[in-house]
């Protein structure tokens, strides 16, 4: 399972996000995740629309497999709802 954590400096929700994907990383073989600072990656909430398909409002975004999962909080019950 890969995860795309897409979120941007000062953010305590993609703190929050990259926390949980550090746990999930370390307690499961199959998990691994990557952060991509928008901010960084010269990426604006439209260029991020246009990957996920979906409008953005804000970050994190996150994208599990290739499918959007949402922001934080879906992210945690999605994780909750598969283990």
């Avoid at 979120?7 to 990259?18: D, E, L």
């Avoid at 994208?63 to 598969?82: L, S």
Wanted: charged share 20%; aromatic share 10%.
């Amino acid at each position: 399972m890969l995860a795309v954590i897409f979120g941007r400096p000062g953010c305590s929700y993609c703190v929050s996000a990259k926390k949980l994907a550090e746990k999930l990383t370390a307690e499961l073989d199959n998990f691994t995740y990557s952060y991509v600072d928008i901010y960084a990656e010269g990426l604006s909430k439209a260029d991020l629309s246009k990957m996920i398909g979906k409008p953005v409002k804000t970050v994190p975004q996150i994208v599990v497999d290739q499918i959007h999962i949402g922001g934080y909080t879906d992210f945690e019950a999605y994780i909750k709802a598969i283990l």
